[in-house]
């Protein structure tokens, strides 16, 4: 869990980001992914520069945002979640 990591590392940023990203994220798709595989990010359009970083920061992992391809932003995405017909997770209509 993210506080097992904290407690373990002894802090929760750092210049290099949260421990938990890499414990819990990276760490963990390095156990199952494949050479060849392409990871796909869900950014909007408004995190185009978190694409950026991804990709300078690990320049030999193919990566797609299909959502900053067709130029959707969050707005955009809730918006589609709403005509299908599902109610949005209550962080989201809390405004985060």
Do not use: H, N
């Not at 992914?33 to 690990?58: N, S, W």
């Amino acid at each position: 869990s993210t506080i097992q990591v904290f407690r373990r590392r002894q802090y929760m940023k750092g210049p290099q980001g949260a421990p938990c990203t890499t414990v819990l994220k990276r760490e963990l798709l390095k156990t199952w992914e494949k050479p060849g595989d392409v990871i796909v990010l869900g950014f909007t359009i408004e995190e185009a520069d978190r694409l950026d970083d991804f990709r300078e920061r690990q320049p030999d992992r193919p990566a797609i945002a299909p959502l900053i391809d067709a130029q959707l932003g969050k707005e955009d995405c809730k918006a589609m979640v709403l005509r299908a017909g599902i109610e949005l997770p209550m962080m989201y209509r809390l405004g985060y």
